[in-house]
């Protein structure tokens, strides 16, 4: 039987001054919700420096966290049995290529046909882990690599790795405007203040740093490599459009559609078309839970990227 209650012990980092404790908490432990982490709270099953607390008090910094995490013994959502593309697994971690329009999580709208659902039915031991020992996710039409631990004590230690920023993750993705150089975004997000469904640059926001280079030019887009320093939702596709680079296909963020001059009416097509966000989860870089060694993952890019990518690519050449 798994055990009832996974003890985590938490001192908060010094930038974390100001926080609120629910908020500090879900940042530090992102494979619970902020829903469930204020519930514990109320339950008494979150303490400070030994002291009950209050999910609205703020975080000083240097302090200590005992978090007792109820772990659930059955999972109430179902095992179905779906294709996985798995990169590796091992006794300890799983590295899955997501394709795009797969949801990682079941929530409302989406109560089945997950990777979470997947996963169960590929491995019946992970009911035991939180959230079938998914350690992070990316957005339903995002595809590419993730990692999941096959036990809790991989994924408390992949989480506190995530936190550190430790687990790098890179991304390829094709963007609206030809870039003249890289860079790197620094600039807080959280959500939208009228759009529900969006996010935005905000000054109150979360910290949010990403990183981006050119990989390829072409004469009105750019195929950018982009690097996560943190994870917040929809934050390449946030900090993109920011700077004025938005990723083909956004159907939140991407504004009006950008074609060459003189592009041939496949092309035009293709970018009136393509049906999601061109971005990719190529590449992810940790250190393995078990073995203490750092190991790199790569996911080849899907069939509709790189027919879009192909197609950029002629009509760069032939316009030379």
């Known amino acids: 039987m798994p055990p009832k209650f996974q003890t985590h012990r938490i001192e908060f980092p010094p930038d974390f001054a100001g926080k609120r404790l629910d908020q500090a908490l879900a940042q530090l432990l992102p494979q619970y919700s902020r829903s469930r982490i204020q519930r514990w709270i109320e339950e008494g099953a979150v303490q400070v420096n030994g002291l009950p607390v209050k999910a609205r008090d703020l975080v000083v910094g240097g302090e200590t966290a005992r978090v007792e995490a109820r772990l659930p013994e059955e999972t ?3 095992a179905e049995k779906l294709p996985l593309d798995i990169v590796h697994q091992d006794a300890t971690v799983i590295i899955l290529n997501k394709p795009p329009g797969v949801v990682v999580h079941p929530g409302a709208g989406n109560p089945g046909k997950t990777l979470q659902n997947a996963l169960l039915a590929h491995d019946a031991r992970l009911k035991r882990v939180p959230r079938a020992g998914l350690v992070h996710r990316i957005d339903k039409d995002t595809s590419g690599l993730l990692v999941v631990a096959r036990t809790v004590e991989a994924q408390t230690a992949l989480v506190a790795e995530l936190a550190e920023h430790e687990i790098e993750r890179e991304y ?57 320093e943190t994870g917040r939702t929809h934050q390449i596709r946030v900090h993109m459009e920011h700077i004025g680079y938005p990723i083909v296909g956004d159907p939140l963020y991407a504004g009006r559609k950008r074609y060459p001059k003189g592009a041939t009416p496949e092309l035009r097509e293709m970018l009136e078309k393509f049906g999601r966000q061109a971005l990719h989860a190529a590449k992810l870089t940790l250190t393995h839970p078990k073995t203490g060694k750092r190991v790199t993952y790569e996911a080849p890019l899907p069939d509709d990227m790189q027919k879009l990518i192909d197609m950029l690519t002629r009509d760069t050449e032939e316009n030379a």
Do not use: N, W
Not at 202 to 221: K, L, N, W
């Open 76 to 78: 109430a959502i179902k």
């Open 172 to 228: 390829l993705a094709v963007c609206t405007g030809a870039m003249t150089g890289g860079g790197t975004v620094d600039k807080p997000i959280d959500r939208h203040r009228s759009h529900r469904l969006k996010f935005a640059v905000r000054s109150d926001g979360r910290e949010a740093v990403t990183h981006y280079r050119i990989e390829r030019r072409f004469r009105q887009h750019t195929l950018a490599r982009v690097r996560l």
